[in-house]
């Protein structure tokens, strides 16, 4: 997992041990797109990685947050949700499905200048977006005209 040079660095600069388990659960945030929560992930890894248990996943998830290599996305009236994408980036939320996506805002300067009026300091910007999914909206639709 070379690719993960940085992040074992920066586990390791937090006084982590770097384990197989915590280097597979964050190999997998990393590559989806799915914003899974836990028991989607040890769902998803458990037939390949026996071993890992429900206790390890959640305990490798806070320790990853706290080292900020994953965030909580804080998915509304849910299970909480983890996203190992850490460039900037926002989400919208499907109200109905649940389904999140990653949204690429690329002008947010404005918002942060108005949010630092009056004197503010202001380190970062959470932009979250809530409607229906494309398939969703059709099968709205669908519904509708029926």
Known sequence: MRHLADQIQTMKDFGFKVTHQRLVVLDYLQRSKEHPCVEKIYNDLKERY???????????LEML???GLVKDIGAPEERRRFDGIMTEHS???CTKCGKIEDLVISDKGHLMEAARNNG????????DFFGLCKDCQVEEKTVQES
């Open 50 to 60: 026996p071993t890992l248990s429900l206790a390890t996943i959640y305990n490798t």
């Open 65 to 67: 947050e706290k080292t």
């Open 91 to 93: 989400h919208f939320f």
């Open 120 to 127: 503010r300091s202001v380190d970062r910007l959470r932009l």
